[in-house]
T-cell receptor, first 112, second 111 residues
Framework: DVKVTQSSRYLVKRTGEKVFLECVQD?????MFWYRQDPGLGLRLIYF???????EKGDIPEGYSVSREKKERFSLILESASTNQTSMYLC???????????FGPGTRLTVL | RKEVEQDPGPFNVPEGATVAFNCTYS??????FFWYRQDCRKEPKLLMS???SGNEDGRFTAQLNRASQYISLLIRDSKLSDSATYLC????????????FGTGTRLTIIP
């Protein structure tokens, strides 16, 4: 079974803090994704990566950056957290063989 | 116009009934279509892919209508465990790896 893990299920940070969200997948997938999910807005793509050290902006990259130093790990960074970044953050990896995105359990981030 | 649109519901359906959801997409060049299921406070999981010829998986049937740009999901003999949010998902950007998600349709099966 594909496993995607995220470093925290719940996180509370203060405005202006630097926040790291980590995601690890164990299936050697090349493509990994970060989304945020908000009520009424659905899942929106923040960034994705199709290979180590490669990244592309999604629909809402402002205020975020990413890092992919190893194939299995994809990190989302909030350089200076703001209250409008309070959200559920979901990481996913993609299997070309099954044409499926597999999601991690999500990190519910609250920025105070 | 949103790329992928769904009726948010909620749909409250008695156990054993049949329920159907539709979803419309705006990009006629979209290539791949899926239904994902998301339980409360859980991550989305693939329910089924949607093929041009339509496909069935047990009690679930998915259909694609390219001319009208909509996909549908039919659930027969609904079970309590079918209660979830159903996400319509479209590959509208080229390349199977980048997906656009609808906001979801919430379904509650009532005993």
């Amino acid at each position: 079974d594909v496993k995607v893990t995220q470093s925290s299920r719940y996180l509370v940070k203060r405005t202006g803090e630097k926040v790291f969200l980590e995601c690890v997948q164990d299936m050697d997938h090349e493509n990994m994704f970060w989304y945020r999910q908000d009520p009424g807005l659905g899942l929106r793509l923040i960034y994705f990566s199709y290979d180590v050290k490669m990244k592309e902006k999604g629909d809402i990259p402002e205020g975020y950056s990413v890092s992919r130093e190893k194939k299995e790990r994809f990190s989302l960074i909030l350089e200076s957290a703001s209250t409008n970044q309070t959200s559920m953050y979901l990481c996913a990896s993609f299997s070309g063989g099954t044409d499926t995105q597999y999601f991690g359990p999500g990190t519910r981030l609250t920025v105070l | 116009r949103k790329e992928v649109e769904q009726d948010p519901g909620p749909f409250n359906v008695p156990e054993g009934a049949t329920v159907a959801f539709n979803c419309t997409y705006s990009n006629s060049a979209s290539q791949s279509f899926f239904w994902y299921r998301q339980d409360c406070r859980k991550e989305p999981k693939l329910l089924m892919s949607v093929y041009s010829s339509g496909n069935e998986d047990g009690r679930f049937t998915a259909q694609l209508n390219r001319a009208s740009q909509y996909i549908s999901l039919l659930i027969r003999d609904s079970k309590l465990s079918d209660s979830a949010t159903y996400l319509c998902v479209v590959n509208s950007r080229g390349g199977n790896e980048k997906l656009t998600f609808g906001t979801g349709t919430r379904l509650t099966i009532i005993p």
